[in-house]
């Protein structure tokens, strides 16, 4: 019984997470904003990936795909 107490309270306590907003920690600062940018970032723009970072896939195989005819020289090896 105390086992599933205990196990119920570290489960309830393992979903509390930071809901907040993101901050540096103390001692560091956040990066200089770049040189075209007229305000710095927030790490909320930070942590969006570039689309370099996850290329569209143009020449996908799968969408390309064809049955191939039957080949009667596609044969097993011998034995």
Known sequence: MTRAIALVVLLALSACGKQGELRP???????????????????????????????????????????RPDDRFNLPPPR
């Open 25 to 67: 920690v103390p001692p560091q600062t956040l990066p200089q904003k770049p040189a075209d940018a007229l305000l710095p970032m927030t790490p909320e723009q930070m942590l969006v990936l570039p689309p370099q970072a996850i290329p569209r896939r143009v020449d996908d195989p799968q969408s390309n795909s064809q049955d």
